[in-house]
Structures are given as C-alpha cells and as structure tokens.
C-alpha cells in the first residue's frame, strides 16, 4: 500500500503560480511512477504529468507543457507540481497518483491515489 497526501492548492489570480506537493507513505516511494491529474467540476479526470521512478523522464498534457514543472525528491518521500502562468481553465481539483508503470497516462494504469487539493484560478 501507497498513502499520498496532497497538499499546497489555494487561490490565485491568472498568471500566477503555485506548487503543489505530494508526501507519500508506505511501500517504497522511489520505485514508483508518479503523475498529477486533475478533475474540473462536471469534468473527466485527467492526466498532467508523470515523473519516472528516477525522475529522469517527464511527459506532460499538451494543455500544460511549458507552464508546468513535475519533479521528486526520494529523499523526502514527496512529489511535486511548479504551475506557472496559471489560467482559470486550470482551475480543478489536483490529484497525485502512482503506479509501477513508467510513462502512464490514463489514470486507469494508476494504483494509489490521494484525496486531492483544490486549485481556483481567479481572472
């Protein structure tokens, strides 16, 4: 079992930034994929990005590539999400995942889940 706990939503207006943070518990957090999804109200979840167990390989929603930053630290069991010049279509509950499966998309391929932070991008 993976415990994941978000952390770091709040609101802000457009063109700012926020981090988002992902502690994780559990069974060994370095051998597993991580990716940030997202769900807007009335909306499919879907995929942000993935980070690979090393975090040597990242892959982005074409939607955030260039605004937003995935990254890991293992030493500290958490992962994080730098969103830059933020919209209000960014506006959504963020979710972190994992999986042992590298370059995962489909939040389907993805095993643990946390319980979300909201993010309001006001405009």
């Known amino acids: 079992q993976v415990q994941l706990v978000e952390s770091g939503g709040g609101l802000v207006q457009t063109g700012g930034s926020l981090r988002l943070s992902c502690a994780a518990s559990?069974?060994?957090?370095?051998?597993?994929?991580m990716g940030w999804f997202r769900q807007a109200p009335g909306k499919e979840r879907e995929f942000v990005a993935g980070?690979?167990?090393?975090?040597?390989?990242?892959w982005y929603a074409d939607s955030v590539k260039g605004r937003f930053t995935i990254s890991r630290d293992n030493a500290k069991n958490t992962a994080y999400l730098q969103m830059n010049s933020l919209k209000p279509e960014d506006t959504a509950v963020y979710f972190c995942?994992?999986?042992?499966?590298?370059?995962?998309?489909?939040?389907?391929?993805?095993?643990?889940w946390g319980q979300g932070t909201q993010v309001t991008i006001s405009s």
């Open positions: 995942a994992s999986t042992s499966r590298l370059g995962a998309r489909v939040k389907g391929e993805y095993d643990y």
């Open positions: 980070i690979s167990w090393r975090g040597s390989s990242t």
């Open positions: 559990g069974r060994t957090f370095s051998m597993y994929t």
